[in-house]
């Protein structure tokens, strides 16, 4: 996520944008929003940004300044420099040392993933699990007979 | 004629390097220095350097005679144990009374009476119970597997925690939540890391003061 190159739509330090910006795909703010971020896909919001608005996005990474609420339904990613005001709502979050942060936090990172999104070694566990639990059904019947 | 070189201070490196020297072909490239420990004082709090292992030493501020050794309950009783170690209380082990001072103390049993004060670090097990007013410590750590409930508003220097924390929390210092920990309630704090996979559902602020 913090590569650029994989970046669609940038707005760089010297941009002022007034308004909402709905985005199919990633986007990395440099400058300043008043309104509301929708995305997507990722987010990367650059240490000189100033947000005043709610963000909507996949995941973000925050290295700037946010005076609003952070939806995201993956991750919230931030980094030391981050200076956020506002409620945060995400399935993982990472904050390192050093963030300011006021508001209210909602991270349940042991809510079940979404079908497909297993990873292989919970995937793998789920199975061995699957297959302790038919041996345990097994033994019984042996314990009739 | 053998090379002489003027030593300022003689200790265990210059001791080597002058043994390197009378005898050439021998590298010494570095010593190595007996572990040093950090002590405070369980009478005036006072916090000095011992190095090398010993049971006992004394306070250089007050003189006192401090037990240096780890302490390790077996079984329920009332006893005050005073030291600069660790005491452990492990799982199905209850304290009926007495006072428990340690520079680090690990709660894995219950605590029915008397007190607990860990002069630095407070590291509760998943088999902790006590009542919040017995217990002081200034760096709080939840062990793996714990689920630790705070009823009343909670003080501590830096905080670790690793397994379920619920209550409101106020740290002066650093709150770490592990992967798979979490901590819910109310916190506020100096600094906040929280590590992929921790959770955090509560009201936060972290600013430094």
């Not at chain 2, 080597?16 to 010494?28: D, E, F, Q, S, W």
């Not at chain 2, 950090?38 to 350097?49: A, H, L, W």
């Not at chain 2, 009823?151 to 929390?169: H, K, N, S, Y």
């Not at chain 2, 992929?196 to 003061?209: I, P």
């Amino acid at each position: 996520m913090d590569n650029n190159n994989s970046v669609q739509s940038v707005i760089a330090g010297d941009v002022e944008i007034a308004g909402t910006i709905r985005s199919a795909g990633s986007v990395r703010i440099d400058g300043k929003l008043e309104g509301e971020l929708h995305c997507a896909g990722d987010a990367v919001i650059g240490k000189s940004a100033v947000i005043k608005g709610n963000l909507a996005v996949n995941a973000v990474t925050v290295e700037g300044t946010i005076n609003g609420n952070i939806t995201a339904k993956d991750r919230i990613e931030m980094k030391s420099s981050a200076r956020v005001t506002g409620d945060i709502k995400s399935k993982r979050l990472s904050v390192e040392d050093g963030v300011t942060f006021v508001g209210r936090s909602e991270v349940n990172p042991s809510t079940p993933p979404a079908a497909g999104a297993i990873p292989v070694v919970a995937a793998a566990a789920a199975a061995e699990a699957s297959d302790k639990a038919d041996a345990a059904t097994v033994r019984p019947q042996f314990a009739r007979r | 004629m053998a090379r002489y070189q003027k030593t300022g201070t003689v200790d265990g490196y210059a001791a080597l390097k002058a043994a390197a020297r009378a005898a050439p072909g021998v590298h010494v490239s570095h010593t190595a220095l007996p572990a040093k420990r950090v002590i405070e004082c369980y009478k005036c709090g006072y916090t000095f350097q011992q190095h090398g292992k010993t049971t006992t030493t004394t306070c250089s501020k007050c003189r006192h005679i401090l037990d240096l050794t780890d302490h390790t309950l077996e079984r329920d009783g009332n006893e005050t144990i005073q030291t600069c170690g660790t005491i452990t209380i492990p799982d199905r082990v209850a304290i009926n009374g007495g006072n428990l001072i340690g520079n680090d103390v690990r709660l894995d049993g219950t605590l029915r009476a008397g007190t607990i004060r860990a002069l630095r670090r407070l590291e509760l097990g998943p088999g902790a119970s006590f009542p919040e007013h017995l217990v002081t410590a200034r760096d709080l750590k939840i062990l793996r597997g714990a689920v630790i409930v705070f009823e009343q508003p909670a003080e501590f220097r830096d905080v670790e925690i690793a397994g379920v924390m619920r209550g409101r929390l106020r740290a002066s210092g650093t709150v770490t939540i592990h992967p798979g920990a979490e901590f819910a309630g109310e916190l506020t704090t100096a600094r906040l890391i929280v590590a992929d996979g921790g959770g955090l559902n509560a009201r936060v602020r972290v600013e430094v003061r």
